[in-house]
C-alpha cells in the first residue's frame, strides 16, 4: 500500500480546508487509516482514525468537534475535514495505515508524504 496525502494549503483562523489520502493497493477490511501532523520543533502528533470496514473513529482531544475523518471505501480515499482552523493548527499532516484503531504512531506502518496546512492569525 502506498499514500498520497493532498489538500493542504493556506487559510486563515476559523476557516475550513479538506485534506485527502489516496491509498494505492489493498486495503483490507481490517485496516485503519490515520492523519497525524507535526508542527515546527514539536513531535508528530495523532490527530485522527477511522476503522476501513465500519465507522469507528478516534480524535485527539485538541480537534474534536472541530475536525472529522471520513472515508470513501470505492475511491480508496480517507479525508479529514478540518473546520474552525486555528493557528495551532499549522503544521504537516501525514496520513498512515494500521492494523488497530489506535493513536499510537508506532503502530503505523505505512506513511504518506506529508501535506502542510497553515493557519494565518
Known amino acids: 500500500v502506498q499514500l498520497q496525502a493532498s489538500g493542504g494549503g493556506l487559510v486563515q483562523a476559523g476557516g475550513s480546508l479538506r485534506l485527502s489520502c489516496s491509498a494505492s493497493g489493498r486495503i483490507y477490511s481490517s485496516h485503519v487509516m490515520g492523519w497525524f501532523r507535526q508542527a515546527p520543533g514539536k513531535e508528530r502528533e495523532f490527530v485522527a482514525a477511522?476503522?476501513?470496514?465500519?465507522?469507528?473513529?478516534i480524535y485527539s482531544d485538541s480537534v474534536k468537534g472541530r475536525f472529522t475523518i471520513s472515508k470513501d471505501n470505492a475511491e480508496n480515499t480517507v479525508y479529514l475535514q478540518m473546520n474552525s482552523l486555528k493557528p495551532e493548527d499549522t503544521a504537516v499532516y501525514f496520513c498512515a495505515k494500521a492494523n488497530g484503531l489506535t493513536s499510537g504512531e508506532r503502530e503505523y506502518n505505512v506513511w504518506g508524504q506529508g501535506t502542510q496546512v497553515t493557519v494565518s492569525s
Open positions: 477511522i476503522r476501513w470496514s465500519r465507522q469507528s473513529t
